[in-house]
């Protein structure tokens, strides 16, 4: 079983996910990087990207933002985005 955090993805539509998920990809200011569960804390800059979010099951959902803050606490991952959109939407 895959070890997964609480993730909530959020733009000024809304909640765009909030559930557990195994992985997320996006690209931070320092380049590409990939939260998972037990990942150290920390805040940064998200650039316009394609990202990636693992569902415990093994299926991934694909989306684009175009940029926002990405925070990492022990409890929660939050990307705060000004746009994102799902890719099968």
């Known amino acids: 079983?895959?070890?997964?955090?609480?993730?909530?993805?959020?733009?000024?539509?809304?909640?765009?996910?909030?559930?557990?998920?195994?992985?997320?990809?996006?690209?931070?200011?320092?380049?590409?990087?990939?939260?998972?569960?037990?990942?150290?804390p920390f805040i940064t800059a998200v650039k316009p990207c394609d990202c990636t979010v693992l569902l415990p099951d093994g299926s991934e959902k694909k989306g684009h933002t175009e940029g926002g803050i990405l925070t990492v606490a022990a409890e929660e991952t939050t990307l705060l985005s000004s746009t994102f959109e799902w890719t099968e939407e």
Do not use: Q
């Open 1 to 40: 079983m895959m070890s997964t955090f609480r993730l909530t993805i959020s733009s000024p539509d809304g909640n765009r996910f909030s559930g557990d998920a195994a992985r997320l990809t996006v690209r931070g200011s320092e380049g590409d990087l990939a939260v998972m569960a037990g990942h150290i």
